[in-house]
């Protein structure tokens, strides 16, 4: 009978979660849900001098955020519950005191400065520290004011990773490490491995980190009597330049940060997926449907994924411009200037629909689209910026603009009939549209870029357009 595929992601609430923690989960999530399987939430809180306020309910939000929902966990329950570390000492000291009972633990009788001298005096004799080589010789039971460490048994290991391959170790990879610290809280190394086998954990999906430490978990679980779950080792993320693991400063931004940005969550899936998985083809864009049915651990690769913010921009893009113009308005209602709502909502879609196409993420919507809400404010530095139009000089600036204003007030004000008008202008003026247009343009917007002019012009009004106009000319002159 073939094991029930059960997933966990198992984050410490000290502080938000970065990329490669919500690649964890989503791999875990992935493998679970393209496998009819379960996919659990665990918080391991055990190192409570790092706990940060508020990070459990940020690590819920996350997950809800981008869609992915577990079938256990803190806020839901579960059979297997509690699902915080700090709810669940009794448990880690009952199978402790089994390993205490079998000779298998004992309290740590040294003091931080006596292990410190015992680690120059290895460095000294030029060899590895090893805490076991000073493990004394009559272990006595369990003083719970005091750390527990594991007696380990030094042996090699050949073990298989679900992506790394067939992987082994010396008996040198194996010491005595603590189990319950002097707080009475259990370490990660020791905490996790009880846990994931009383939840039923039939993947473990984690980072290359834990590749060195997997030797010391194989001989607790033996100790333990533990059959292991299976290891599914994930490439690391490495910064846009290749050469270190991605950090704050190659815009690893809190997963919340890029959601408020109007990053969607199918792009997210999409991107975050694309780090460290591939499913052969070429194709770049999936829906999230789409990556649960492809989605298989074989195609999580070996090597290490590269963070590429342009990728992921490009993505979102894709994802903007292929939503109905009723899903983009209902997504971009908070990201609309304020003004935004003095005007009706076909206009507001309107908007929407002429700046869409050039929407990277949502919150770009505000400064893409405030001229069609309120008046813009004169901005000639505009001007001096285009070397163009600022050695046309201002009397051929107001010439050109008030020839424009004499042709849009003779348009009947339909969108062919603009188009008509304004390129017969270019005829008339033997202007370029790269000075023509761009002089209308920033006489009506105040800005360097803007959707199709024409469009633009059409939607702002020919009494609005022309006002905006005439402030400019009237500027011009007095200036």
Do not use: C
Request: aromatic share 12%; charged share 25%; hydrophobic share 35%.
């Amino acid at each position: 009978m073939e094991t029930k595929i059960r997933t966990r992601f198992a984050p410490s609430p000290t502080g938000f979660i970065h990329l490669g923690g919500i690649r964890t989960a989503l791999f875990g999530w992935l493998l679970a849900k393209s496998q009819n399987g379960q996919f659990i939430l665990r918080i391991e809180d055990t190192d409570q001098g790092r706990k940060v306020t508020g990070s459990i309910e940020h690590i819920l939000l996350s997950l809800r955020s981008l869609g992915l929902e577990y079938d256990e966990g803190p806020d839901i329950g579960g059979q297997y519950g509690p699902y915080i570390s700090s709810q669940r000492l009794a448990i880690y000291n009952q199978w402790a005191q089994k390993l205490v009972d079998k000779g298998l633990a004992y309290s740590d009788p040294y003091s931080k400065t006596e292990v410190e001298e015992f680690r120059l005096l290895a460095k000294a004799q030029k060899k590895p520290f090893l805490f076991r080589d000073y493990r004394p010789k009559l272990l006595s039971g369990w003083d719970k004011t005091k750390a527990l460490r594991f007696k380990s048994n030094p042996k090699k290991y050949t073990w298989e990773d679900q992506i790394m391959g067939r992987l082994s170790a010396g008996d040198e990879s194996i010491d005595d490490f603590i189990l319950i610290k002097s707080d009475g809280f259990p370490t990660y190394n020791f905490g996790h491995i009880i846990d994931d086998y009383l939840m039923k954990i039939s993947h473990i999906i984690r980072g290359q980190e834990f590749i060195a430490s997997t030797p010391k978990y194989l001989n607790l679980y033996e100790a333990l009597e533990i059959t292991p779950p299976k290891f599914v080792t994930v490439p690391p993320i490495l910064g846009p330049d290749g050469k270190k693991k991605l950090s704050k400063r190659d815009n690893a931004k809190d997963i919340l940060e890029y959601l408020n940005e109007g990053f969607l969550e199918e792009s997210l899936i999409n991107f975050i997926s694309s780090l460290g998985w591939n499913d052969g083809s070429t194709q770049e864009i999936y829906s999230i449907e789409e990556i649960i049915q492809k989605f298989k651990l074989k195609d999580i690769q070996k090597s290490p994924a590269r963070f590429d913010q342009q990728k992921l921009i490009w993505i979102n893009g894709h994802f903007i411009r292929s939503l109905k113009i009723d899903e983009l308005y209902k997504l971009s209602i908070k990201y609309l200037p304020k003004e935004a709502s003095q005007f009706d909502i076909n206009y507001q879609k309107n908007v929407l629909g002429l700046v869409q196409d050039r929407l990277k993420y949502l919150s770009e919507i505000d400064s893409l689209t405030s001229y069609f809400f309120k008046r813009p404010n004169i901005n000639y530095q505009l001007i001096k910026d285009n070397k163009i139009l600022f050695n046309l000089g201002k009397n051929k600036l107001i010439s050109l603009l008030e020839k424009s204003i004499q042709e849009l007030e003779k348009s009947v004000f339909s969108l062919e009939d603009i188009t008509k008008k304004l390129n017969n202008l270019l005829i008339e003026t033997n202007q370029k549209p790269v000075v023509l247009f761009s002089l209308i343009r920033i006489a009506i917007t105040q800005s360097p870029f803007s959707p199709g002019l024409f469009d633009t012009i059409y939607l702002l009004s020919k009494s609005e357009t022309i006002l905006r106009i005439n402030n400019f000319i009237e500027y011009l002159k007095n200036n």
